[in-house]
């Protein structure tokens, strides 16, 4: 028991050294919270559980990023601190305003990610930051990040999805979904392994591939739900054995 309890303490105290050093020089995601008031106070309320689980991916990872909160202030931060008890002592680097003015030196810097931009993504740069639009709204506002960037002057990109995901409806992915895809290829350097090690997925074969297993990932929007559930159950046992958060 003793030494579980040791082995439990050891890797929390890892865990906790690599996020410390991903704030100083790891690979910046930026989480634009700036669409409070386009959303309903459930939508809110989901959003702020997604950043809960992007934080866990985040302490799981052997790369975690340098995870950054911007607009985190009104409806969404008092909504997160209910749901987040120990916000105060996560790992990240949080600002009450925008990314424009949290970024201001650095603008060349930033790439906004979205499934509307004609720009894909082959890799992550390590001098960008790259962000991703917190919202949940059932894709009511269409094209809002990607016409938000634009006006912005800021880059874009959007995930090589189409290349890995047969999708069911749209390309829309949760929030928690897109950071831990990127984490993961931080972790592996392979588009494919993000993605499959990310999305609730079947596996089809490519008949065009001679035969041969080609991993394709099929998408269904209500898998969502399910995958959040999976990663919920996970964080509770983490929290439970550790004090990383």
């Known amino acids: 028991m003793a030494q579980k309890r040791q082995a439990r303490k050891q890797s929390a105290s890892e865990k906790k050294a690599r996020l410390q050093q991903a704030l100083r020089e790891g690979?910046?995601?930026?989480?634009?919270?700036?669409?409070?008031?386009?959303?309903?106070?459930?939508?809110?309320?989901?959003?702020?559980?997604?950043?809960?689980?992007?934080?866990?991916?985040?302490?799981?990872?052997?790369?975690?990023?340098?995870?950054?909160?911007?607009?985190?202030?009104?409806?969404?931060?008092?909504?997160?601190?209910?749901?987040?008890?120990?916000l105060d002592n996560w790992v990240v680097t949080t600002h009450a305003e925008p990314y424009l003015t949290a970024f201001q030196d650095k603008l060349p810097d930033l790439v906004y990610l979205t499934?509307?931009?004609?720009h894909e993504l082959t890799s992550l740069d390590p001098s960008k930051a790259y962000i991703i639009g917190?919202?949940?709204?059932?894709?009511?506002?269409?094209?809002?990040?990607?016409?938000?960037?634009?006006?912005?002057?800021?880059?874009?990109?959007r995930l090589p999805i189409q290349d890995y995901l047969q999708m069911s409806s749209s390309p829309v992915i949760t929030v928690n979904q897109v950071f831990t895809i990127l984490v993961n290829f931080l972790d592996h350097k392979d588009w494919g392994t993000a993605f499959e090690t990310t999305i609730p997925q079947r596996k089809q074969i490519d008949a065009s591939n001679n035969?041969?297993?080609?991993?394709?990932?099929?998408?269904?929007?209500?898998?969502?739900?399910?995958?959040?559930?999976?990663?919920?159950?996970?964080?509770?046992?983490?929290?439970?054995?550790?004090?990383?958060?």
């Open 27 to 86: 690979q910046r995601i930026v989480i634009d919270l700036d669409f409070a008031d386009k959303m309903t106070p459930t939508e809110i309320k989901s959003l702020c559980q997604q950043l809960l689980y992007c934080y866990s991916a985040n302490t799981r990872a052997q790369n975690p990023a340098q995870l950054i909160f911007t607009s985190l202030q009104g409806a969404m931060s008092e909504q997160l601190r209910k749901q987040a008890s120990g």
């Open 115 to 118: 499934a509307d931009s004609p």
């Open 134 to 157: 917190g919202i949940v709204d059932r894709n009511r506002h269409k094209n809002i990040c990607y016409n938000k960037a634009v006006g912005q002057g800021i880059s874009t990109a």
């Open 211 to 245: 035969g041969k297993s080609d991993q394709k990932i099929e998408v269904h929007i209500d898998d969502t739900e399910k995958e959040s559930e999976h990663i919920e159950k996970k964080r509770k046992l983490e929290s439970s054995s550790d004090a990383c958060t």
